[in-house]
């Protein structure tokens, strides 16, 4: 997985989609934006993240979940 | 013979929509669908670690900020696994200093390969030739060209077209032989004699009614 390692933890392009998921409900447009990333590395990477269960896809927009926002919680600390 | 015209009837071909696909990548898993809205050029070499493929990949690399500013994104392909290509993107930037920043589609299966006609059995049976498809924000297919294993690609000639497509999707004219951006453009043929004759009087540069020449 491009946004999350085998060890489980988010990769840094992972992290960065994570960040920008915590500032509430949005498009992969707008994530991409936000993290700074290609379009098509955020679309696939929120695949990733939703199948993980970290971001739940509203839509046509994502947000971050509640076991997503753990997990960047043990990351900021 | 219907085997044959079922092959050549399943290769893409211009105006037509690109293939989908999800493939293994050297940045995960990728669909077609994920580049949808942007310009993709889609390319294929026959091997990594091989002579010509490098100098081809640094070539791509060092235009890949010029088709960045375009609204275009690369992604290559050959039949190599992940790990080789993971390798290879090291070495090359080991070697050369050079990071390859757009990703690789690892196709052993070969499937997007076939689908997109890019195994020639002529030149070799298990390797790509060098393909280039540029695919539109639509996701169909605009230009696809082809060259043997023992030539490596032109980008000029590739940056050339991604403009010329741009500029008759924006315009709605055609371009002319070696055009350059900034250069005059071809206005399209009238359909009717009344368009012909009225389009000698629009101040365009003509050679006769079914050419002529404007500044963009």
């Given at each position: 997985?491009?946004?999350i390692?085998?060890?489980g933890k988010?990769?840094?392009?992972?992290?960065?989609?994570?960040?920008a998921?915590k500032s509430?409900l949005?498009s992969?447009e707008e994530?991409?934006?936000?993290?700074?990333l290609p379009?098509?590395?955020?679309?696939?990477g929120?695949?990733e993240?939703?199948q993980?269960?970290?971001?739940?896809?509203?839509d046509?927009?994502?947000?971050?979940?509640?076991?997503g926002g753990?997990?960047?919680g043990?990351?900021?600390? | 013979m219907?085997e044959?015209?079922e092959?050549?009837?399943?290769?893409?071909?211009l105006g037509e929509?690109a293939p989908?696909?999800?493939?293994?990548?050297?940045h995960?898993?990728?669909k077609?669908d994920?580049f949808k809205?942007t310009?993709l050029i889609?390319?294929s070499h026959?091997?990594?670690?091989?002579?010509v493929c490098t100098?081809?990949?640094?070539?791509f690399a060092?235009i890949y900020p010029e088709?960045?500013?375009?609204g275009v994104?690369l992604?290559?392909?050959?039949?190599d696994?992940?790990?080789?290509?993971i390798a290879?993107?090291r070495n090359v930037e080991e070697?050369?200093?050079?990071?390859?920043?757009f990703p690789?589609?690892?196709?052993?299966?070969?499937?997007?390969?076939?689908?997109?006609?890019m195994i020639h059995?002529?030149?070799?049976?298990t390797?790509?030739v060098?393909?280039v498809?540029i695919?539109?924000?639509?996701?169909i297919i605009?230009?696809i060209l082809?060259?043997p294993?023992?030539?490596?690609?032109?980008?000029d000639?590739?940056?050339r077209?991604?403009?010329a497509l741009?500029?008759?999707?924006?315009?709605?004219?055609?371009?002319?032989?070696?055009?350059?951006?900034g250069?005059?453009v071809?206005v399209?043929p009238p359909?009717?004699?009344e368009?012909?004759?009225e389009?000698l009087k629009?101040g365009?540069?003509?050679i006769?009614?079914?050419?002529?020449?404007?500044k963009?």
């Open positions: 997985m491009a946004c390692s085998p060890d988010p990769t840094e392009s992972g992290t960065r989609m994570l960040r998921l509430g949005g992969p994530i991409a934006k936000e993290a700074g379009l098509f590395r955020v679309r696939s929120l695949r993240l939703t993980a269960g970290l971001a739940n896809r509203k046509e927009s994502y947000e971050l979940s509640p076991k753990e997990l960047l043990t990351l900021s600390t | 219907e044959v015209r092959r050549v009837t399943s290769l893409p071909r929509p989908a696909f999800e493939a293994l990548t050297t995960g898993v990728l077609l994920d809205g310009w889609l390319f026959p091997a990594d670690f091989t002579p100098t081809e990949f640094i070539a060092e088709l960045q500013k375009r994104e992604l290559g392909l050959s039949v696994s992940v790990s080789s290509h290879w993107v070697k050369t200093g050079t990071q390859i920043p690789l589609i690892a196709d052993l299966n070969k499937e997007v390969s076939l689908a997109y006609g059995p002529g030149q070799s049976k390797e790509t060098r393909c498809f695919i539109d924000p639509n996701q605009r230009t082809y060259y294993l023992t030539t490596g690609r032109n980008m000639e590739i940056l077209i991604v403009d741009q500029t008759t999707d924006k315009n709605m004219v055609a371009t002319p032989a070696n055009w350059r951006p250069d005059m071809v399209p359909n009717t004699q368009m012909a004759e389009r629009q365009y540069e003509c006769d009614w079914y050419l002529c020449k404007k963009l």
